[in-house]
């Protein structure tokens, strides 16, 4: 069992940036891949970026690839999510979640834990 808790959010203007974190509290957080997932307004929970137990595999939604990085130190039990050229259809509230195996890293419904969520504004 592992809890996770997001942090980092706020208001940017378009093309700013913002690093949003994930901490986790439990021994075993360094076995599990991570995952971000963002829901905007109206909209269904998208898939973000993911990252797998040691950081040596990434995997990025296109629309994100090349301004978003996502990253992790286990010796913090941490995971951060780097956004960049941010825009204004990159609002919402921002998951990170975490899942025992690294298959089907985009689909919501393969993650067993999940944080409350912090929110990211963007401005026009």
């Known amino acids: 069992q592992i809890q996770l808790v997001e942090s980092g959010g706020g208001l940017v203007q378009a093309g700013g940036s913002l690093r949003l974190s994930c901490t986790a509290s439990?021994?075993?957080?360094?076995?599990?891949?991570v995952g971000w997932f963002l829901q905007s307004p109206g909209k269904e929970r998208e898939f973000v970026a993911a990252?797998?137990?040691?950081?040596?595999?990434?995997n990025y939604a296109a629309s994100r690839k090349g301004r978003f990085t996502i990253s992790r130190d286990n010796t913090k039990n941490m995971v951060y999510l780097q956004m960049n050229s941010l825009r204004p259809e990159d609002t919402g509230v921002y998951y990170c979640?975490?899942?025992?195996?690294?298959?089907?890293?985009?689909?919501?419904?393969?993650?067993?834990?999940w944080g409350q969520g912090t929110q990211v504004t963007v401005s026009s």
């Open positions: 979640a975490a899942k025992i195996s690294w298959n089907s890293v985009s689909s919501e419904r393969a993650y067993n834990y």
């Open positions: 439990g021994r075993t957080f360094s076995t599990y891949p």
């Open positions: 990252i797998n137990y040691s950081g040596g595999s990434t």
